[in-house]
């Protein structure tokens, strides 16, 4: 099982970015999705995951109505959008799957990481 994200990089404050995030090695359509970030000297975080079908998502406060988790099943990607980006959003963001069809907030509980990719913000 390999997932690759990508689409981190420096942007202003402000500014919108969309990461990728492309599995391979499973059936992505029976897995849940998330996106959790780390921050220097912090502890890995959730910020949004979807399941299985797309229908529904969960997100935290901290990106809630800035941020948009969805997904392409024949695409094998979960993406996440990401508007307004302030500096305390700076992070590594890594997406997840879990086996399961619906998503949780909790690291623990997910099979797969990918590798992470750096988001920097700055002000």
């Known amino acids: 099982v390999q997932l690759q994200a990508s689409g981190g990089g420096l942007v202003q404050a402000g500014d919108s970015r969309r990461l990728s995030c492309v599995a391979s090695?499973?059936?992505?359509?029976?897995?849940?999705m998330g996106w959790f970030r780390q921050a220097p000297g912090k502890e890995r975080e959730f910020v949004a995951a979807?399941?299985?079908?797309?229908?529904?998502?969960d997100y935290a406060d901290s990106v809630k109505g800035r941020f948009a988790i969805s997904r392409d099943n024949a695409k094998n990607t979960v993406y996440l959008q990401m508007n307004s980006l302030k500096p305390e959003d700076t992070a590594v963001y890594y997406c997840?799957?879990?086996?399961?069809?619906?998503?949780?907030?909790?690291?623990?509980?997910?099979?797969?990481w990918g590798q992470g990719t750096l988001v920097t913000v700055s002000s």
């Open positions: 997840a799957a879990r086996r399961r069809l619906v998503p949780s907030v909790t690291p623990y509980e997910y099979d797969h």
């Open positions: 979807i399941r299985w079908s797309g229908g529904s998502a």
């Open positions: 090695g499973l059936s992505f359509g029976n897995y849940a």
